[in-house]
């Protein structure tokens, strides 16, 4: 996957945080709001800026390459 530009992952960060508002119950939620808790809002200490390039946690991974249709690029690569 290509790198994904920091404003673009913060974006989609507080999209996908707002749709798992108040939605702990759910593997989305709970993995935002462990995130939230811990970095205390801070993107710095986000999950997503642990990884080279802000690659994203697996909640804006998955927008992203379902946004940009990346995963079907990734497979035709694979299959070539």
């Not at 530009?5 to 108040?22: F, T, W, Y």
């Not at 642990?50 to 927008?63: A, D, I, P």
């Amino acid at each position: 996957m290509n790198n994904i530009k920091k404003s673009v992952a913060l974006l989609l960060c507080d999209k996908i945080r707002q749709e798992n508002s108040g939605r702990w119950y759910t593997w989305g939620g709970l993995t935002c709001w462990s995130c939230m808790r811990s970095s205390k809002g801070n993107p710095a200490k986000m999950r997503m800026r642990k990884k080279k390039g802000y690659l994203g946690c697996r909640l804006v991974n998955g927008w992203y390459a379902t946004l940009t249709g990346s995963k079907a690029k990734e497979r035709l690569r694979k299959l070539n």
